[in-house]
């Protein structure tokens, strides 16, 4: 199993009672009461006795498997200013996540096992939530030179990626892809042709054109995806596509799957909801890498979700510094925060107006994002560690910058009222967020 890293403290003795407990993979959803023994699931069923638990009502709500990101940027080491490990998993879980995936470009870079083995110990202080540590597939990232990729395994990375930047060079990715069966560990890629991206500062199409803006097209993403599809059929070998914003991505990468190739992918919140129309504002918390596109391209990344081609929600969770975003938009840095409004912005832009069935979404933020990486799926079920999220879905609340647990409010969201909060998190096994 792949190891994730948080601080090492006892399970609590909890009862949920009366909540809609809804676990598609389980195939589970009625209204029971869920004890929890010393941090794992001991019984489902009405009128549990509490014996002595905490006792939480859940009335009203949705008792679901807590979520999994896949694709968060923790800052650490080297810009704590921006987010520490401490306030992405305070962030992560005030979200509903019960587990994340910390990408590796930082400063420096995560491509050796000192670099690794200093986050590893850092998490076991600090984690409030386990965290997975990918590593660097090339050295740097610079795309020259392979990382000791078994070294890195021993020493604890969940996986290897060089989110970020590309694998520009084809041998170098199937190399990567040869070695990943000695480390036991997934690649997962950037997809992105630099020479067709480069200096665009959003999608290419008629609102780029009509703001004089340098556009960076959907087939930059596009021709990578075939590409790094094509290697992985050719090798044998599972591949993860991170962050996909394209239709033809999605359709190369569903190609792929009915061909038997080993391939998964994922989408963001902001992807789903917005398309490049948002950029008419000018607003630089929506500029991000891939861009946002266009109106077919987003419809379909949620078809692609919607019948499992993409098996994962995954936020990008990327803070920046407020300086850094608090200039004209073709200066702003690329990301945006996510955390801690995945599960509401999602709810309230594609559950509620009936685009998706929440117990898809639940599915594809929980169940879906684990498997992709060889993680043990969060289930509630009697013997599963305690991985939990209480939700209320019709609740109202506002997004304002002082509402983040995370150190930078970068967020698309600000301003915007959404409808879904999170009520409660348990993460292996403890309650670590509770409004």
Same mark, same amino acid.
């Given at each position: 199993?792949?190891?994730?890293?948080?601080?090492?403290?006892?399970?609590?003795?909890?009862?949920?009672?009366?909540?809609?407990?809804?676990?598609?993979?389980?195939?589970?959803?009625?209204?029971?009461?869920?004890?929890?023994?010393?941090?794992?699931?001991?019984?489902?069923?009405?009128?549990?006795?509490?014996?002595?638990?905490?006792?939480?009502?859940?009335?009203?709500?949705?008792?679901?498997?807590?979520?999994?990101?896949?694709?968060?940027?923790?800052?650490?080491?080297?810009?704590?200013?921006?987010?520490?490990?401490?306030?992405?998993?305070?962030?992560?879980?005030?979200?509903?996540?019960?587990?994340?995936?910390?990408?590796?470009?930082?400063?420096?870079?995560?491509?050796?096992?000192?670099?690794?083995?200093?986050?590893?110990?850092?998490?076991?202080?600090?984690?409030?939530?386990?965290?997975?540590?990918?590593?660097?597939?090339?050295?740097?990232?610079?795309?020259?030179?392979?990382?000791?990729?078994?070294?890195?395994?021993?020493?604890?990375?969940?996986?290897?990626?060089?989110?970020?930047? &590309?694998?520009?060079?084809? /041998?170098?990715? #199937?190399? $990567? +892809?040869?070695?990943?069966?000695?480390? *036991?560990?997934?690649? @997962? %890629?950037?997809?992105?042709?630099?020479?067709?991206?480069?200096?665009?500062?959003?999608?290419?199409?008629?609102?780029?054109?009509?703001?004089?803006?340098?556009?960076?097209?959907?087939?930059?993403?596009?021709?990578?995806?075939?590409?790094?599809?094509?290697?992985?059929?050719?090798?044998?070998?599972?591949?993860?596509?991170?962050?996909?914003?394209?239709?033809?991505?999605?359709?190369?990468?569903?190609?792929?799957?009915?061909?038997?190739?080993?391939?998964?992918?994922?989408?963001?919140?902001?992807?789903?909801?917005?398309?490049?129309?948002?950029?008419?504002?000018?607003?630089?918390?929506?500029?991000?890498? &891939?861009?946002?596109?266009? /109106?077919?391209? #987003?419809? $379909? +990344?949620?078809?692609?979700?919607?019948? *499992?081609?993409?098996? @994962? %929600?995954?936020?990008?969770?990327?803070?920046?510094?407020?300086?850094?975003?608090?200039?004209?938009?073709?200066?702003?840095?690329?990301?945006?925060?996510?955390?801690?409004?995945?599960?509401?912005?999602?709810?309230?832009?594609?559950?509620?107006?009936?685009?998706?069935?929440?117990?898809?979404?639940?599915?594809?933020?929980?169940?879906?994002?684990?498997?992709?990486?060889?993680?043990?799926?969060?289930?509630?079920?009697?013997?599963?560690?305690?991985?939990?999220?209480?939700?209320?879905?019709?609740?109202?609340?506002?997004?304002?910058?002082?509402?983040?647990?995370?150190?930078?409010?970068?967020?698309?969201?600000?301003?915007?009222?959404?409808?879904?909060?999170?009520?409660?998190?348990?993460?292996?096994?403890?309650?670590?967020?509770?409004?």
């Amino acid at each position: 199993m792949i190891p994730l890293f948080a601080q090492d403290l006892p399970g609590e003795d909890v009862v949920l009672r009366g909540a809609r407990v809804l676990d598609p993979a389980e195939g589970v959803d009625a209204v029971l009461d869920v004890r929890v023994d010393r941090g794992l699931v001991a019984g489902l069923g009405l009128g549990l006795a509490a014996n002595g638990h905490r006792v939480v009502d859940g009335a009203g709500l949705v008792l679901a498997p807590a979520f999994v990101d896949p694709h968060v940027h923790l800052r650490t080491p080297g810009r704590e200013d921006e987010e520490t490990i401490e306030s992405g998993t305070l962030a992560a879980a005030a979200g509903g996540y019960c587990a994340i995936l910390a990408m590796p470009n930082s400063e420096p870079v995560v491509d050796s096992a000192a670099v690794l083995s200093s986050l590893v110990e850092r998490a076991r202080s600090e984690a409030v939530v386990p965290v997975g540590f990918l590593a660097a597939i090339s050295k740097r990232q610079a795309g020259e030179k392979l990382t000791e990729m078994a070294e890195l395994a021993d020493a604890g990375a969940a996986g290897f990626t060089d989110d970020g930047r &590309p694998v520009a060079s084809p /041998a170098l990715m #199937r190399r $990567a +892809l040869q070695y990943s069966p000695v480390a *036991g560990r997934r690649v @997962a %890629v950037h997809c992105e042709e630099p020479s067709l991206s480069h200096g665009g500062q959003m999608h290419e199409g008629v609102v780029s054109a009509q703001l004089g803006f340098a556009g960076y097209p959907s087939l930059a993403e596009s021709v990578m995806v075939e590409r790094d599809l094509a290697i992985a059929a050719y090798e044998r070998q599972p591949v993860h596509l991170l962050h996909l914003s394209a239709r033809e991505s999605v359709e190369a990468l569903s190609r792929a799957q009915a061909a038997g190739v080993a391939a998964t992918g994922e989408v963001t919140p902001h992807h789903l909801c917005l398309t490049d129309e948002a950029v008419r504002s000018l607003d630089a918390n929506v500029k991000m890498n &891939p861009p946002l596109r266009s /109106a077919d391209d #987003r419809e $379909a +990344l949620l078809g692609g979700l919607r019948d *499992g081609t993409i098996c @994962a %929600v995954a936020t990008d969770h990327a803070p920046h510094a407020r300086h850094e975003k608090d200039v004209p938009f073709e200066e702003a840095p690329f990301g945006v925060t996510g955390l801690e409004t995945a599960f509401a912005a999602l709810n309230t832009h594609l559950v509620a107006p009936g685009l998706l069935r929440l117990e898809t979404l639940l599915e594809r933020m929980s169940a879906g994002p684990a498997r992709a990486y060889g993680l043990e799926p969060p289930r509630i079920a009697v013997g599963a560690p305690a991985n939990l999220v209480l939700l209320d879905t019709e609740s109202p609340w506002r997004v304002t910058e002082d509402c983040f647990r995370s150190r930078s409010a970068n967020s698309w969201l600000l301003g915007q009222t959404l409808r879904g909060r999170v009520r409660l998190t348990m993460a292996a096994g403890r309650v670590v967020f509770a409004a």
